[in-house]
């Protein structure tokens, strides 16, 4: 019960942070576990599938960081201790990755998320961008460059790659100057049939020919921001239920 209240209230932190509309806080205003609830979409490495285009599967701990961005996934034959996280670069062959209760698809180069599953759906790509302020004795901010990188999973687990430094999940840590700035840029795209285009007016009206009319008359009237998942989530609801 205890976790699921903190999970709950790190939740709650990024909507409220996603909310203030590309509003840039300090890294030095939140605590660790906030800035890890903005970077990573899990709070640890959660069971998950990830699904390729030849039909093969993957079943694993994976998490997703919108920072680098990297799907993250814990090896299930380490070669040594440290060799316990990875990451998967190549995201060409993969069709979909379900994490917990949550679906990803391949957008630009990273994941985005699957808000709204419907014949045509909703999907939102998410980048978190931190700039750095050096000042006086202030560090530059930390990688997961370390982690062992591949480009596939093979029926030991991963496949070939060359092991070039040592972490684990736990230690997955930024060292940001106190006063770097934080922001997130959120975007949203429409999936059919396995293609991916941005959210536009013009591609609302290619996708739903029926409800043109409505949809020029609601974004005259209504001026929604086509890049707040809200907003758009109900938008594209309305148009399901009127069509």
């Known amino acids: 019960m205890k976790t699921k209240i903190s999970i709950l209230l790190l939740l709650a932190v990024l909507v409220s942070f996603c909310a203030q509309a590309q509003k840039k806080i300090t890294m030095g205003d939140l605590s660790k576990a906030q800035q890890d609830s903005i970077m990573f979409a899990f709070p640890y490495c959660t069971k998950g599938t990830v699904y390729f285009t030849d039909g093969s599967i993957y079943n694993g701990k994976l998490n997703y960081n919108y920072y ?67 000042t006086g004795a202030y560090g530059t901010g930390g990688s997961t460059s370390s982690i062992r990188s591949v480009s596939g999973f093979s029926n030991n687990g991963t496949s070939s790659g060359s092991y070039s430094g040592q972490t684990t999940f736990t230690n997955v840590n930024y060292d940001f100057a106190a ?65």
């Open 179 to 243: 006063n770097s700035e934080l922001s997130v840029d959120d975007r949203l795209f429409l999936l059919k049939d396995g293609k991916v285009s941005p959210l536009t007016k013009k591609t609302l009206l290619k996708h739903f020919p029926a409800a043109a009319d409505y949809i020029n008359r609601y974004i005259a009237e209504q001026n929604p921001d086509l890049d707040n998942v809200e907003q758009m989530r109900n938008f594209v609801n309305l148009i399901y239920a009127n069509f």
């Open 68 to 134: 680098e961005p990297q799907v993250l996934f814990i090896n299930d034959k380490p070669t040594t201790p440290e060799d316990t996280l990875r990451r998967l670069d190549d995201l060409s062959n993969v069709i979909m990755i379900e994490i917990g209760d949550r679906q990803f698809v391949p957008v630009l180069s990273g994941l985005g998320e699957i808000v709204l599953n419907n014949k045509i759906k909703l999907v939102l790509s998410r980048k978190v961008n931190i700039e750095e302020k050096k």
